[in-house]
């Protein structure tokens, strides 16, 4: 493997972060504290607890996945997306940079950049209500493989898109309702049975229940059930890259 070539194009995707840092960290970060202040002020006042857990609690973690899950997709997409858009893609793919290291550097610098940006969101989420970890390893875990996850799914976003228009589609259309209603600010437990049933078909449940669960020891579907269903998400968007690299869909024309 060219460590070089990766870490090139892996410092190249940092620093451009570090140029935006009002758009990469500021805003999400700002955005997080109003949910906060609407949600656990506002509302929480109403609720005060659930399963046991102080509701301004309760959503941190829902939080920190709803930003996480866009950040992921939007770095990465932008981020292959760009040098299809300037006719740079052309450049990196006669390169002698194998398909796996162009796959490794920008989806490594998209996942880096939003585990960052979650680390960030719990540490300001500690300053408005009191946070216990029950199981840090599993959160760094799910909080990893997530980010992982929908980096890659934000690169096959980037290479699908013929638009800018396209490439926010699947974050604000999609992404962010399946997140909303995927249990970041209630437990499913508590809709009524054929509802909660429904909600099981969103992939979303599984990815908040299992990273509540590392916080508090709670969870509305069953922890490997969780982690299952995360890396599964993970083997289909690794297939669909391998896939893509090996056909040329949309990267030749």
């Known amino acids: 493997m060219n460590l070089r070539a990766v870490w090139a194009i892996y410092r190249m995707e940092m620093a451009r972060a570090f140029r935006t840092v009002l ?3 500021v805003s999400p970060v700002i955005s997080t504290s109003l949910y906060f202040v609407v949600f656990g002020s506002a509302i929480g006042s109403r609720i005060t607890e ?15 996945m709803l930003s996480l899950l866009t950040q992921s997709i939007s770095n990465a997409s932008f981020a292959i997306y760009f040098p299809k858009f ?15 290291e162009i796959v490794i550097a920008y989806v490594g610098g998209a996942a880096t950049k939003s585990i ?18 029950l199981h840090p390893f599993w959160m760094l875990t799910f909080l990893v493989l997530t980010a992982v996850t929908f980096s890659l799914f934000g690169f096959i976003i980037g290479i699908w898109a013929k638009s800018f228009e ?18 970041s600010f209630y437990s499913i437990n508590m809709l009524p049975g054929i509802w909660r049933t429904v909600t099981l078909f969103n992939p979303v449940v599984y990815l908040i229940s299992g990273f509540r669960w590392s916080f508090y020891g709670k969870s509305d579907v069953s922890v490997g059930v969780s982690l299952g269903m995360t890396v599964v998400f993970l083997l289909v968007c690794i297939t669909i890259v391998a896939w893509i690299f090996r056909t040329g869909y949309r990267l030749r024309n």
Not at 50 to 64: C, E, K, N, R, T
């Open 23 to 25: 758009q990469s960290i």
């Open 50 to 64: 659930i399963d046991g857990i102080s509701y301004g609690a309760f959503i941190v973690p829902g939080l920190i």
């Open 86 to 100: 300037v006719g740079s893609i052309y450049e990196l793919l006669s390169a002698p940079v194998s398909y796996l």
């Open 116 to 133: 960052i940006l979650g680390l960030i969101i719990l540490a300001t989420a500690s300053l408005f209500v009191p946070l216990t970890i």
């Open 166 to 183: 396209q490439l926010q589609l699947v974050p604000l259309l999609i992404i962010t309702p399946l997140t909303f209603l995927g249990g």
